[in-house]
Structure formats: structure tokens, C-alpha cells
């Protein structure tokens, strides 16, 4: 069986080029308006007008040379009609927008003061491109991203690398920066400028899940002789830990920026390798809406749009 798109009068069917025409003489009555309106001729209206009417069975229009106005019966399925086909209309649209992606709300975890910083600056970029959808900036723990995005409770987030999941896929690297070793104020490393990373070796250190990947892997046996420290939950939670002189704890250099602390110091680590950031999301959820977002970051920090890549 054949289905035509197009209404449905009884079993009869009205094409959508005939509903077109019919709708917008209707409401302009005129030919030659509605011929430009709708890129045809004059005799192209007339004509789709009069195959119409003969599908009905009555006039739909009352002509003379100098007026054009509807019938009772026109009225009648103009009147029905109209908001079918609006709603038409708008369901195409919905589907379309929908299609692409760029509409509703798209979710973005963060997991430190910096991160969200940067992706406030990519929304701003990516709305000029997605006006209609709603970006949403939320803050999680770094543990608790990769369950979060693949339970769809966030599209992406913004986390270091590498991550060690094969289902997630990452974009290019947004930032990268120095290690730095937070330690009590009064702590005898700050008699110097820096500490090397076989120094953790002689401090214990705050557990904080998520962050392990802060510390050099490479230097993996060094660290599995390290005091135990205390476990924290949060990074606020672990700096109060750090200051109490309950332990040291690597972070990303910008630590010392958006978390000075009076009974902190920061001291770089000398040969450890720059924490690299970017943005992940579920490689099997490369929606237009991530893709568009993507883009926007690497905008925002190198001016280009580089190819995405998968995590290892």
C-alpha cells in the first residue's frame, strides 16, 4: 500500500502543496500575492484551487475580477485545517532541531573552580550557535564523573587526563599545567622553592578519589611506599586536611589561584609531568549538541575545532 503525505479527508486526501496553496489564499485572498508567496505562478494557484474543489465537491472560494473571499464550506476547512497544519509544521521543526541536537538542555560536569570558568566561557560560544538550548554547569567529584555521564545525568565533563575508561572518548587537550605539592604552611619542604616527586615518598598523602592520576605514573613504585594519609571527599575537604597537617596532597597548578589558604603553601614539583585537561563524553553519545559544545571549548582556547579522539 501507497501512503501520500498529506491530510486526510475522509478517504480522501488533500496533498501538502494543495493545503499550502489553500491556507495562504485563504488568508491573503489574492492570486497574485499568493502565487509570489509561494514561488509559483498565478495559474499554478488557479489551478491547484480548482483540482481541490473538485476533490470536495463544493466551492471553497468566491471569485469576481475584483474579489476573492471564502465560503461557508471554505471557512469551514480553513478553520480545521489551519491548526493541523501548524502543528505540523512545528512537529517537523521539533524533529529537525531535535535531529541536530541543538535544542534542549545539554549537561556539563566541572570539578574545579578553573573548570568551570573555562566551560562558562565555551557556553557563552556555543549558545551564539545553539541559542535555543540550555546549557547546564554542574560540579561533581572527579570519582563521580564517569558514572554520571554514562547514566545520562550529564552529556560531558571536563576532567584530566587520561581517562581509564573505554567507553568514554575525549576531545584535544584545553589546558595543561604544573603539578604543585599543597602542604601546612609551617611544613620544613617550604625552606625551599620546589619538590622533586620522589619527595612524596616522605610525606603522607591525602586520599582524594579521582585525583590519582595528579601523580606521575610512571613513578608508581615510589609512591606504593608512601605513608597512608587520611581520606577526603571533596578537594575543600582535603586542602582543611593539608592545613591541619594531617598529610600533603598533589594537585593541578591552578590550586594556588582559586584555593589560597592561609595555612597552605603550594610548591611546585619540579619533574612532574603537566596535568593535562579535556573534555569527555560517552563515545557512543557523540551527539550534535557534545560536538557543537566541543567545538565551542576548542574555540574558545585554541581557535580551531580539532578532530575528537577516543580515550585510551
Not at 499568493?34 to 505562478?41: C, D, E, G, K, W
Not at 599543597?182 to 619542604?189: I, K, L, N, R, Y
Not at 578537594?235 to 597548578?253: H, R
Not at 584555593?259 to 596535568?275: F, V
Request: include cysteine; aromatic fraction near 4%.
Amino acid at each position: 500500500m501507497i501512503v501520500k503525505p498529506g491530510f486526510t479527508m475522509g478517504e480522501r486526501v488533500i496533498e501538502r502543496h494543495e493545503a499550502e496553496a489553500f491556507l495562504t489564499l485563504a488568508e491573503e485572498l489574492h492570486f497574485g500575492r499568493t502565487a509570489a508567496a509561494l514561488h509559483v505562478s498565478t495559474a499554478r494557484v488557479s489551478q491547484t484551487i480548482r483540482k481541490l474543489e473538485r476533490r470536495v465537491g463544493v466551492p471553497l472560494f468566491h471569485r469576481t475580477s475584483r474579489h476573492v473571499s471564502l465560503t461557508a464550506v471554505g471557512r469551514q476547512l480553513h478553520d480545521e485545517l489551519r491548526p493541523a497544519w501548524d502543528a505540523l509544521g512545528a512537529a517537523v521543526h521539533r524533529a529537525t532541531e531535535t535531529g541536530r541536537g541543538l535544542t534542549g538542555v545539554l549537561r556539563v560536569d566541572f570539578v574545579s573552580a578553573a573548570a568551570a570558568q573555562l566551560l562558562a566561557g565555551a557556553a557563552q560560544l556555543f549558545r551564539e550557535q545553539a541559542p535555543e538550548c540550555e546549557v547546564r554547569i554542574q560540579e561533581t567529584q572527579a570519582h563521580h564523573m564517569p558514572a554520571r555521564i554514562h547514566a545520562g545525568e550529564s552529556d560531558l565533563g571536563l576532567t584530566t587526563l587520561p581517562v581509564d575508561d573505554p567507553g568514554l572518548a575525549h576531545g584535544s587537550v584545553l589546558i595543561r599545567e604544573a603539578q604543585v605539592l599543597a602542604v601546612p604552611s609551617d611544613h620544613p619542604f617550604t625552606r625551599g622553592q620546589r619538590v622533586r616527586a620522589a619527595d612524596l615518598a616522605r610525606v603522607p598523602l591525602v586520599r582524594l578519589p579521582g585525583h590519582t592520576s595528579l601523580l606521575p605514573r610512571h613513578r608508581a613504585d615510589a609512591f606504593s611506599v608512601v605513608a597512608e594519609g587520611p581520606s577526603a571527599e571533596t578537594l575543600q575537604e582535603a586542602l582543611t586536611l593539608v592545613g591541619a597537617g594531617q598529610g600533603a596532597l598533589p594537585a593541578g597548578a591552578h590550586t594556588r589561584r582559586y584555593y589560597p589558604r592561609p595555612d597552605i603553601a603550594y610548591l611546585p614539583i619540579s619533574d612532574a609531568p603537566a596535568l593535562e585537561w579535556a573534555l569527555v563524553w560517552p563515545a557512543a553519545r557523540h551527539t550534535a549538541r557534545v560536538r557543537s559544545f566541543v567545538a565551542a571549548a576548542d574555540r574558545l582556547i585554541h581557535g580551531n575545532e580539532p578532530a575528537p579522539q577516543r580515550a585510551e
